[in-house]
């Protein structure tokens, strides 16, 4: 499988609405954090970049979330909801079109980094297969958007 060509990815990053917060983020997230960045290099796993205004914001592209919490411990500020008596956030995959599997190339990268099982393929005839997210499994950690080639899975926010 060919790697993911960073001009379209830059493409992508600038047709998408502002990135979202970091997870936990307060409902007055803005006005807590005073963009000190500490909780981007906390983040190992590459998912939080220096975004819009200075704030933290998520990069599905880069990577998925790992909900460690090390951006929450590492703030300041209190600018996250502790205890977590929330979810993280409500994002969860949407499929686009031009997904490989249904046009009958043999690709699974997604099903592949997927650590909660939530992504199954039906097949079709042809050698062709459906994608479906399991939504009640999906934890929403974004990883398979990163890992798939033709960035057709976008994080939105549930319905
Ligand atoms: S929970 Fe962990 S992986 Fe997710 S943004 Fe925070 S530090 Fe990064
Ligand atoms: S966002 Fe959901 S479907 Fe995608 S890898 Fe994470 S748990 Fe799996
Ligand atoms: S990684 Fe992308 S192209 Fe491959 S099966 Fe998943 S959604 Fe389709």
Do not use: K, Y
Not at 39 to 44: H, P, S, V
Not at 146 to 151: E, T
């Amino acid at each position: 499988m060919s790697g993911v060509d960073p001009e379209r990815r830059g493409l992508l990053r600038g047709r998408q609405a502002a990135l979202p917060f970091p997870p936990w983020a307060a409902t007055d997230f803005t006005e807590r954090c005073n963009r000190c960045n500490a909780c981007i290099r906390a983040c190992e796993s590459g998912v939080l970049v220096r975004g819009d205004g200075g704030f933290p914001r998520i990069d599905f592209t880069r990577a998925g979330c790992h909900f460690c919490a090390a951006c929450v411990d590492v703030c300041e500020r209190e600018a996250f909801d502790v205890p977590f008596t929330n979810a993280p956030w409500t994002l969860r995959p949407r499929l686009a079109d031009g997904c490989l599997a249904a046009r009958g190339v043999v690709c699974r990268a997604c099903e592949d980094v997927c650590e909660a099982a939530a992504i199954r393929f039906q097949p079709q005839l042809g050698g062709r297969a459906i994608l479906q997210i399991d939504t009640d499994a999906c934890t929403g950690c974004g990883a398979c958007v990163a890992a798939c080639p033709v960035d057709v899975l976008m994080m939105e926010e549930a319905a």
